[in-house]
């Protein structure tokens, strides 16, 4: 994917009416069917025509998205918009009112379980060590607990976690908390992993050093990641591509492809290309009326 990221140029696409005008070349890999490829890649996750309704309330929708086989995407929208309901929705956790959702081809019935989720709040048990919480997917899951031990101890290194193992989660900092959830949503490989606004709570410079180092662990595992942020800096310096949705009911309304390479920098501004992809959003926000600067 890294050589394809390379080669693709900078791509803002308007979404007219929530139909993706992305050119798209029909192709086929083997074993799979024609319309789970666009672009020789495959869609891992699709959702088609979702909305979703509380009441009489329409909270979201109708959206169509994709995230591609080891794509990070990223959603961002104004507070209220129906991201968070988005995301729960994909993961299986609310049914949606109309439209569906295909995992792989195979239409979402139950609650996703190939999957690794991280909220805002780090949701950790405060009477379980750092590690104990990690090892909760092995207990919860019934899996191999030797290999989930070895799993947990390589992710506490990659995560700067090493010698917080045996501390609780009120002995660590906000970033640490936030470390340990991705640790806990990661540990078991799902091949998805669901974030919501996952740094929000922290301060902006441990959010530049967690984004740096969630893009490191991605990069050498290839999740397809959908990742709801309201940091415009953070969905581009995270994603292949950055989905913007309208004021409540959510829509999504542009597509921008990322095109800077990897690791990204902590300063995203050393790329002309940003400058241009974070006007574009704002532009986009001013035209929704969620800026109103006089
Ligand atoms: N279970 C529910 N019952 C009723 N209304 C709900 C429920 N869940 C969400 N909503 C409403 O749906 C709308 C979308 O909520 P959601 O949390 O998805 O937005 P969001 O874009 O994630 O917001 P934020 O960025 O502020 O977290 C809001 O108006 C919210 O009050």
Known sequence: MADALEKRSVSITRLSGNVPQIHTTASTVKGTTPSLVEDGRRRFIAA????????????????????????????????????????????????????????????????????????????LLEFRTAFENVLLQQEIRGLDRNQIRKRAQELFGKLGLSGAESRYPRQLSGGMQQRVSIAR???HEPSVLLMDEPFGALDAISR????????????????SVLFI??????????????????????????????????????????????????????????????YQFK
């Open 185 to 187: 949503a990661l540990v």
């Open 229 to 290: 942020t309201h940091s415009i800096e953070e969905a581009i310096g995270l994603s292949d591509r950055v989905l913007v949705m309208s004021n409540s009911p959510g829509r999504v309304v542009e597509e921008i492809r990322i095109d800077l390479p990897r690791p990204r920098p902590a300063y995203l501004g050393q790329y002309p290309e940003f400058a241009k992809y974070a006007q574009q959003i704002y532009k986009t926000f001013e035209k929704l009326g969620v």
């Open 208 to 223: 530049t050093q967690i984004r740096h180092d969630l893009e490191a662990l991605w990069m050498e595992t290839r999740k």
């Open 48 to 123: 088609s025509e979702l909305s979703k309704s509380f009441g009489g309330f329409q909270a979201l929708g109708p959206v169509n998205i994709h995230i591609e086989e080891g794509e990070f995407v990223s959603i961002l929208g104004p507070s209220g918009c129906g991201k968070s309901t988005l995301m729960l929705v994909v993961a299986g956790l609310l049914q949606p009112t109309k439209g569906h959702i295909e995992i792989n081809g195979r239409v979402l019935k139950r609650s996703m379980t190939d999957v690794g989720i991280v909220f805002q709040d780090h949701l």
